[in-house]
Nanobody
Framework: QVQLVESGGGLVQAGGSLRLSCTAS????????MGWFRQAPGKERELVAA????????YYADSLKGRFTISRDNAKNTVYLQMNSLKPEDTAVYYC?????????????????WGKGTLVTVSS
């Protein structure tokens, strides 16, 4: 059974930084597109960032460009999300996701695997 395990969430003051990690258990990690979604209370889950299998092609939600960086280490089966200049509106549960098709073109139901999420809370 494939598992995605997130870590690195927590409480941080506005303007601070956090680095999320997601380690996947699938053998063919490098064949999956990986992404980070987030869901704030009362809001829909949204795509934050995604990367192709190589890490060379990335996507970011427009509102996050310049503050968040997604990367991956295929040798470690791990994808990262570096979050800088955090704002209170970034407060959400952050979920790792994996798919063998472009994440940008998938509905939430089309994602192959989800992590359980890690909570990020940004205080003002």
């Amino acid at each position: 059974q494939v598992q995605l395990v997130e870590s690195g969430g927590g409480l941080v003051q506005a303007g601070g930084s956090l680095r999320l990690s997601c380690t996947a258990s699938m053998r063919a990690f490098s064949t999956y597109e990986m992404g980070w979604f987030r869901q704030a209370p009362g809001k829909e889950r949204e795509l934050v960032a995604a990367t192709d299998w190589s890490g060379e092609t990335t996507y970011y939600a427009d509102s996050l460009k310049g503050r968040f960086t997604i990367s991956r280490d295929n040798a470690k089966n791990t994808v990262y999300l570096q979050m800088n200049s955090l704002k209170p509106e970034d407060t959400a549960v952050y979920y790792c996701a994996a798919a063998q098709r472009p994440l940008l073109h998938l509905s939430l139901e089309g994602i192959d695997y989800w992590g359980k999420g890690t909570l990020v809370t940004v205080s003002s």
